[in-house]
């Protein structure tokens, strides 16, 4: 009776041991789905707001506005995000960013000739790519709300974070 009862406990723990296996498969599985593809829509904005989200600066706005240069702002609510950007179709830079809380930036990316560039691309954890045409205006912020809203804004001002 003995020998029929370890055997039936051995029977349930190794039921309830492969059940649980199981469950943390499944979750590990949801978990690493979830991180490979974001899904957020996309706002590009070309329009200039009536007011400037950021605070216009004289020297900034002399020295870094019209320069040549093309600058992207990586600003808010980036946590370990992979962020993929693409110049022309091809792949500048592949970054996992973070933001500053104390500044709200998380990183800028500077290129150095915006004459060459007509398109830029930008996707989110693998999520679909922001593409969107560069004319004259050589600084643009980029938020990101957390599998929501990816908002690309073109800025009158170069941005300053104090």
């Not at 979830?34 to 996309?42: G, N, R, T």
């Amino acid at each position: 009776m003995l020998a029929i009862l370890t055997f039936s406990s051995m029977k349930t723990c190794n039921i309830i041991l492969v059940i649980g296996i199981m469950a943390i498969s499944f979750s590990c599985r949801v978990d690493k789905r979830a991180k490979l593809k974001s899904i957020y829509d996309v706002d590009i904005l070309y329009t200039y707001p009536n007011r400037d989200e950021h605070i216009p600066n004289r020297l900034f706005n002399k020295r870094y506005l019209n320069d040549g240069k093309l600058y992207l702002h990586f600003e808010s609510r980036f946590r370990s995000d992979t962020v993929v950007i693409k110049s022309n179709g091809k792949t500048h830079s592949i970054r996992v960013l973070n933001t500053d809380s104390s500044t709200g930036v998380a990183a800028c990316e500077i290129f150095d000739r915006i004459a060459d560039i007509n398109t830029i691309s930008i996707s989110i954890n693998n999520g679909k790519e922001a593409i969107f045409d560069i004319d004259s205006i050589n600084h643009v912020s980029i938020n990101y709300r957390r599998d929501s809203v990816l908002t690309i804004r073109f800025l009158r001002n170069v941005p300053f974070y104090e």
